[in-house]
């Protein structure tokens, strides 16, 4: 799915060059996903410990894609000690 530079020069001279970006949870597919409502979101991208999350499906330190309800990639945890750890945060 890459582009040759010409090929990215050629999409953005047309105004279609966001059509050749992978949606953040393709690009991640390898990382478990996590939703988060909003509350949850305002403590991740503060950078404080998400505890009591209704997840039996993450490992311990495992990494995951932290996104909102519509599909908005928020950053990256890990999983310590049943809670998740905001690793790197993207978005306030």
């Known amino acids: 799915m ?18 050749s970006f992978a949606h953040p949870r393709q690009a991640l597919s390898d990382l478990a996903a996590i939703e988060l409502d909003d509350v949850n979101l305002g403590n991740f991208t503060q950078g404080r410990l998400i505890q009591g999350l209704p997840v039996s499906v993450v ?10 309800s519509v599909e908005t990639l928020y950053g990256i945890g890990r999983w310590q000690e049943g809670a998740l750890q905001p690793f790197c945060v993207l978005r306030q």
Request: with cysteine; glycine share 4%.
């Open 2 to 19: 890459a582009l040759t530079l010409d090929d990215i020069a050629a999409k953005q001279e047309r105004g279609i060059i966001e059509e």
């Open 59 to 68: 490992n311990e330190n495992e990494v995951c894609a932290v996104f909102d």
